[in-house]
C-alpha cells in the first residue's frame, strides 16, 4: 500500500483505537465506521476491506519498525549500541500504542490471510536480517562474541524480545515496558560481550 491519505490514517487510528479497547475482534467493519462517524459505504471508499484495513496497519508498524533502526543507526556508531537503541525504541513504540501487539502478534489470526501473514512474516524477516547484520559487523569488530552465529543470537534477542512484549500484553501492561527494555538491553550487552 502507498501513502495514506488523511482520511486513511484518521481510519488506521481508530482502527488501533478500537483494538485497543477491544481486542481484535472488535475491528468491524460497523465498530469502525460508528467510532468515525461514517456510513459503512462511505468507509468503503477509503478501504476495500477489514483486511486492507489491517494491512494498513501492518504497513505502519512497518514503517514505525523501519524509523527506528534509522533512528538509532543515525544516533549510534557502535552496532552493539544501534541494536539497543533499536530494541529500547521498539519498545517504546509498543508502550506508545499498546494495541499494535495485538495485531502484530495475531499471525494465528491471519493464518488464512495470506496477504496478512505475508506482511507479519515479512516484517520478522526484516528485523532478523538487520539484527544479524548488526550482531556480524559487531563481531567483526570484537564488540559481540563470536562463539555463536550471528543469525542464532539475532533469534535469541528477538524471542526475548516477543517474550516481554507477550508478558506485558498478558499482564494487561502491568508493567512499565520501557524499563523492562533498558534492563533486557543491560543483560543482554552482558550476554553478547
Not at 67 to 77: F, I, L, Q
Not at 125 to 138: M, S
Request: glycine content about 6%.
Amino acid at each position: 500500500m502507498g501513502e495514506l491519505s488523511g482520511r486513511q490514517r484518521e481510519i488506521v487510528e481508530a482502527s488501533i483505537d478500537l483494538i485497543s479497547k477491544g481486542g481484535i475482534q472488535k475491528l468491524t467493519i460497523k465498530n469502525l465506521a460508528a467510532s468515525l462517524g461514517l456510513s459503512e459505504p462511505a468507509l468503503y471508499r477509503h478501504f476495500k476491506s477489514k483486511q486492507d484495513i489491517l494491512s494498513a496497519i501492518l504497513d505502519f508498524f512497518r514503517k514505525q519498525q523501519m524509523d527506528a533502526y534509522a533512528w538509532a543507526a543515525a544516533r549510534e556508531s557502535s552496532p552493539l549500541r544501534i541494536l539497543e537503541s533499536t530494541i529500547t525504541a521498539v519498545f517504546r513504540n509498543f508502550s506508545a500504542k499498546p494495541a499494535m501487539i495485538t495485531v502484530v502478534f495475531a499471525e494465528g489470526m491471519f493464518q488464512n490471510h495470506a496477504r496478512l501473514s505475508k506482511a507479519v512474516f515479512s516484517i520478522m524477516e526484516d528485523r532478523q536480517v538487520q539484527f544479524t547484520d548488526l550482531i556480524a559487523k559487531g563481531q567483526a569488530n570484537g564488540e559481540v562474541r563470536r562463539d555463536i552465529a550471528g543469525e542464532q543470537l539475532a533469534s535469541i534477542v528477538m524471542g526475548s524480545m516477543r517474550m516481554i512484549l507477550t508478558r506485558w500484553r498478558l499482564s494487561r501492561f502491568a508493567f512499565d515496558l520501557v524499563a523492562e527494555g533498558e534492563s533486557f538491553c543491560g543483560a543482554l550487552r552482558k550476554l553478547l560481550k
